[in-house]
């Protein structure tokens, strides 16, 4: 079953016990009667099982295309039946949404997939991923095979410069991260908000290491007068209404974009240029969220789905969508040139300073 709203987590037990606490402290015998409570809340809370699910259905927490999921769910419960519970949301409040269960004392997902990759390292460090390796982990490339079991890495997203080719001239479109430093991109500039923004955050750690571990480049584009979005989606309906001629953001929502107007016979204004310095590789990680109380029969339903999403089938469903493949036998999306230039990210680093990203981004923009 495919929903995009949040799920309350272990209020049935929260209001039961709230409301015994508050008819013993009303009790002529008040004293005794919350004793009573209390040893009856402790039964209760130690019988609650921390699996909040059904027997034979997972839970997913994941972002991404609306309709390469739906496509996802199709193909898999085509095999598998009705076994698939997805909460769909952007990389933001997902990322919210699993640290607000965990600090609860139990993340109520089976399987998380999407958002930024320092969600799971941190995950993995505090020992809240299950290890596991897919099937044909065999099958992909040397350079993604990252996350030791506790995750694995299922596609890659590309930080690029995306610009309005009616407003900009041709000899003036940017080569590179650099030339976005020029005056001439004053005011008309768009970038997420890296604290508002999963995916954001990423590509601001991304644009740190690239300017050498230091926040020079983030200023310049500050000086320009960078406008900031809540999400990455924005950045690109911005430029093509033409509210502003460049940003950053990641690749794969403009070939989207570009493939749904060819197919409805129209010519979007939106293009992508690829970055001289190289593009920035942003991870999409899958992992399986340890839950010791989870039913046999739905750790294999959660080991079965990541499975899925690493083979080749919905490899290339999520390649048709735009996003790069980890697989050595699936091709590069429509739309990506071949000799492409790539830069890596650190990701290890981000991880340890990630409150020290966020908090430079966050005085940069505010012009402190």
């Known amino acids: 079953m495919y929903r995009s709203m949040k799920r309350s987590t272990f209020l049935l037990l929260t209001l039961i016990l709230s409301g015994m606490m508050i008819l013993s402290a009303c009790s002529a015998n008040n004293i005794e009667e919350t004793k009573k409570a209390g040893e009856i809340a402790k039964d209760v809370s130690s019988e609650k099982s921390t699996y909040g699910g059904e027997e034979g259905k997972i839970t997913v927490y994941l972002s991404g295309s609306e309709p390469m999921i739906k496509k996802l769910e199709e193909e898999f419960e085509a095999q598998r039946g009705d076994v698939l519970d997805l909460l769909h949301m952007g990389c933001g409040p997902l990322r919210q949404k699993v640290w607000t269960e965990k600090e609860a004392g139990q993340i109520q997902a089976d399987v998380v997939w999407g958002s930024d990759p320092l969600m799971y390292k941190v995950l993995a460090k505090e020992g809240a991923l299950e290890k596991y390796l897919p099937k044909e982990y065999d099958t992909i490339k040397p350079e993604y095979k990252i996350g030791d079991g506790y995750y694995t890495l299922v596609n890659e997203r590309y ?53 050498g571990n230091n926040w020079d480049y983030l200023k310049a584009m500050h000086k320009n007068h ?51 310095e190289g593009a920035l590789a942003i991870q999409r990680p899958i992992a399986i969220i340890k839950n010791e109380e989870r039913p046999e029969s739905n750790e294999k339903i959660a080991e079965e789905f990541v499975d899925f999403i690493l083979s080749k089938k919905a490899q290339m469903i999520t390649a048709n969508f735009g996003f790069i493949s980890v697989r050595k036998d699936v091709p590069l999306p429509e739309g990506i040139p071949e000799d492409i230039k790539v830069m890596p990210v650190d990701w290890e680093y981000a991880s340890e300073h990630e409150e020290e990203l966020r908090d430079g981004f966050k005085e940069i923009m505010q012009g402190k």
Do not use: C
């Open 159 to 211: 930080g690029v410069i995306i610009y309005n080719k009616d407003r900009i001239e041709k000899e003036s479109i940017p080569k590179g991260f650099s030339d976005l430093k020029d005056k001439k991109w004053d005011g008309v500039m768009v970038m997420a908000d890296a604290n508002q923004s999963s995916t954001a955050l990423a590509l601001n750690s991304a644009i740190y290491q690239m300017s």
């Open 226 to 276: 960078l406008f900031l979005t809540k999400k990455n989606g924005e950045v690109s309906s911005k430029i093509s209404e033409g509210e502003f001629d460049v940003g950053i953001a990641p690749h794969d929502g403009v070939l989207r974009l570009q493939k749904k107007a060819k197919k409805d016979g129209y010519e979007t204004p939106l293009k992508l240029a690829w970055p001289e």
